[in-house]
């Protein structure tokens, strides 16, 4: 099987497959989904939009209409066209990973092969 995404380009990735987010709520977001397990600090996140933003997976845009303005610019970023078919691949290798856990009955839902 092939190794996949970083964790935290997974995680910004999935977040962004939503609809464009700003640095904060894209903490925000990866915090609630993993339960706490994943935090983005500043220089994490920021490394990663950067390095997503150049593979051309994320770019800048504007702010989607009735995004709250509290008086900074936030930096809105969503996902091209080809970081969604990555983000899309990705959570298809898991899948693939998840169904070879069941199958092994590492899932604990009660189905072994």
């Known amino acids: 099987m092939s190794e996949g ?5 997974f995680q ?11 640095g ?5 977001d990866v915090l609630e989904r993993t339960d706490g397990a994943m935090k983005l600090w500043p ?22 209409d009735g ?7 936030r930096r809105f970023h ?3 066209p080809v970081g969604r078919r990555i983000v899309r691949e990705e959570v298809q290798r898991l899948e693939a990973v998840v169904a070879e856990a069941r199958a092994r009955g590492l899932t604990g839902d009660g189905v072994a092969g």
Not at 24 to 28: D, K, L, P, S
């Open 78 to 80: 969503e996902l091209t």
């Open 5 to 9: 995404l970083k964790p935290q380009w």
């Open 24 to 28: 904060a709520a894209i903490v925000e």
């Open 43 to 64: 220089a994490t996140l920021y490394g990663s939009l950067r390095d997503l933003d150049d593979a051309g997976w994320i770019r800048e845009c504007g702010a989607p």
């Open 12 to 22: 910004i990735l999935f977040a962004l497959a939503g609809g464009p987010m700003h």
């Open 67 to 73: 995004a709250p303005s509290d008086g900074g610019r």
